[in-house]
């Protein structure tokens, strides 16, 4: 009866522990995006529920080789993988609600950009979903193991910086100064000091820096093409294509042909030849589901 009762909890702890394996790897996938990598807590704690789930195993493992269990292991085992399960409900928990915040500060930052430069009204979402859209055409063997949310979030954020730029300058209706533009370039780099202390976004604020650098060297900062790195590549085409095909208060919207032919152009000197291939390969009707409801665009489609 007793053999039976012990039998039964090692059972159904090792069912539990199957299922908790499964939900751990689960777990490490949703902790590799921007929004709660490098969280420290969150990282603490998934590293726990690792150590627990082998040190559980190897009991598993052990008494399916050498045991002999008695009520006292059956205890601990069953004990265990139920504690494991609590702990990576509790993670999940914990991840959902960092995330959940970091949301609201991205929205409220983009929020607050769009209110301050009406030419930005609803850009940053656009790059956003252009962005989404351009990266799932990348080959994977070209995407350098980069998040989809890293991607995604870098992209919807690259223009953060414009917060530190003076409204008379944002706003101004015809072209910028030598001076006036002097200031507009420090905006990626402004970006990435607000930034700065959001610790869930450090592996992407290199992206947002270099979003206005050039493949022949003579962007913003002057980085060579090779140095750029490629989600910044990436976003750097996807603005492009939003900028040329929004209106703005000092131009209006071209199509989306005039686009496409403009990123030909300017492919190997300005953007990425290769990006700019497949970007060129997306079809319309795609790029046209990436405009946010209050995107002007008039005639482009
Ligand atoms: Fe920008």
Redesign the pocket.
């Known amino acids: 009866m007793l053999k039976g009762i012990v039998y039964a909890m090692i059972a159904m702890g090792a069912m539990i522990m199957v299922t908790n394996i499964w939900r751990y790897d689960f777990l490490v996938r949703r902790s590799e995006d921007v929004l709660s990598s490098e969280n420290p807590r969150g990282r603490f704690w998934v590293n726990l529920a690792f150590l627990l789930l082998i040190f559980f195993l190897i009991g598993y493992l052990g008494i399916a080789v050498f045991g002999k269990p008695d009520l006292l292991v059956g205890g601990v085992l069953f004990g265990g993988s139920v504690f494991v399960a609590i702990i990576i409900t509790l993670i999940v928990h914990l991840m959902d609600t960092v995330k959940a915040r970091s949301i609201d500060i991205v929205e409220t930052l983009i929020d607050v950009i769009e209110a301050r430069d009406p030419n930005l009204n609803g850009h940053s979402r656009y790059v956003q979903n252009l962005t989404v859209c351009f990266f799932k055409h990348i080959p994977s063997e070209m995407k350098e193991e980069i998040s989809p949310v890293s991607m995604e979030y870098a992209a919807l954020l ?2 953060v ?2 917060l530190g730029i003076p409204e008379s300058i944002l706003n101004k209706p015809g072209k910028l100064d030598k001076e006036e533009w002097e200031v507009m370039k420090e ?2 780099r402004k970006g990435v000091r607000i930034l700065m202390k959001l610790k869930s976004f450090a592996h992407v604020l290199p992206w947002i820096e270099y ?2 650098e050039r493949m022949d060297g003579k962007g913003y900062y002057g980085i060579p093409g090779g140095q750029i790195p490629f989600s910044s590549r990436v976003i750097a085409v996807a ?1 492009t294509y939003a900028a040329i095909t929004m209106v703005r208060s000092y131009k209006p919207a071209r199509s989306h042909e005039d686009a496409i032919r403009i990123l030909q152009d300017v492919a190997g000197t300005q953007l990425d030849r290769d990006l700019v291939d497949i970007f060129c390969r997306i079809p319309k009707e795609e790029l046209q589901g990436c405009v946010p409801e209050n995107v002007d665009v008039e005639s482009i489609f």
Do not use: L, W
Request: glycine share 12%.
């Open positions: 690259h223009d910086g414009k905006h990626p979003h206005h603005d």
